[in-house]
């Protein structure tokens, strides 16, 4: 085995902003390549081991400047999800104006952070009806919210329409004390989180009271036409198939609607199915209606929210097998009977 020793200078860089606080983002740079030697000192570090993996970890330290230098920061997220292979420079969408959705009210701006994001952007500009369809954390809700915002802003809309099936999670909210606003604001409080970051506080008061948006359940819905706006139906996979057929044939001619949900996260009781699973499958193909699935790789969350992710699919995937394998056993078996008795 081939060792070699490479000393590497951190330039044009914050050093406190490099390795973290207490080093953390170093570490977890060594929680990867446990078997180099990683030895810091001020702006240098010298790795010492294999040939290769010493090349390696040189390589994701640079990039690790690059994108301080080049995004003026550099979170533990990023570098995590650097060393798990993505480039920021091309899965993380470089930052420029044409990714730009808007800018939030702290002046940042939002912009899609993986390419099914971005796709999702390219779809929803394509078709006036789009499913987005993936995990908790993958940006589906908060990029359409960015989308209808811009909307608005640029005079596309008249309004948005921001609605959620009011099921519980598996918490009983009828018990709260207060009026029904009160009562149903839980429900919604993830589209008013989302607004927030977009809007000023007064603007978004002055846009509440005057309906300009409007955030309510989906039971609200019934009997209205939605027309001349931009409309979200969120976390769709809690709809049953009459609330959905119910939402999708109240928009307007010049509507513009996003429905998202994540399948795997059903909180329906189990005598009502969602209606999700029909309308994804009645609706594709149909021109002007779009469908984008976003997996784990799209979460933008706490970098441990994917790992939770996959082990709950991986777990699933098991159980599935289980019991395809307790069905085909008890199959065998009851034939083995029948032949036994014939």
Do not use: W
């Not at 959705?101 to 078709?127: F, M």
């Amino acid at each position: 085995m081939a060792l070699s020793e490479i000393i590497l200078t951190i330039d044009n860089v914050e050093l406190i902003e490099f390795y973290g606080q207490n080093d953390s983002k170093l570490n977890l740079v060594k929680k990867v390549f446990s078997d180099v030697n990683i030895l810091p000192r001020g702006n240098q570090i010298k790795l010492t081991g294999e040939k290769k993996r010493v090349q390696e970890c040189k390589s994701n330290l640079e990039m690790m400047v690059k994108m301080l230098q080049e995004f003026k920061e550099l979170n533990s997220q990023a570098v995590q999800n650097l060393l798990n292979g993505e480039n920021p420079f091309e899965s993380k969408l470089k930052i420029d104006s044409k990714n730009i959705i808007l800018y939030g009210r702290s002046g940042n701006a939002i912009v899609p952070r993986t390419k099914n994001q971005k796709k999702l952007v390219e779809l929803s500009e394509l078709n006036d009806i789009l499913f987005a369809i993936g995990p908790a954390g993958s940006g589906k809700t908060y990029t359409a919210v960015a989308l209808a915002v811009k909307a608005l802003k640029n005079n596309l809309v008249r309004r948005i329409i921001l609605t959620r099936p009011a099921v519980e999670a598996g918490e009983n909210l009828g018990f709260l004390p207060g009026d029904l606003k009160d009562k149903i604001d839980p429900y919604l409080r993830p589209l008013y989180d989302a607004l927030d970051d977009m809007i000023q506080p007064e603007k978004l008061t002055q846009f509440m009271t005057n309906r300009v948006i409007e955030v309510a359940p989906l039971a609200f819905m019934r009997g209205r036409t939605l027309d001349n706006a931009f409309v979200i139906l969120d976390e769709a996979q809690n709809a049953t198939e009459m609330q959905l057929k119910m939402f999708l044939t109240r928009l307007g001619p010049s509507a513009k609607c996003i429905i998202t949900g994540d399948l795997t996260q059903i909180d329906l009781p189990k005598n009502q199915k969602s209606g999700l699973f029909r309308s994804l499958r009645l609706l594709e193909g149909i021109e002007g209606i779009g469908t984008i699935y976003l997996e784990s790789g799209d979460i933008v969350r706490h970098r441990l929210v994917k790992e939770i992710v996959n082990a709950y699919d991986k777990d699933d995937e098991m159980q599935a097998i289980r019991k395809y394998e307790r069905e085909r056993h008890a199959q065998e078996n009851e034939q083995k009977n029948k032949d036994e008795n014939s």
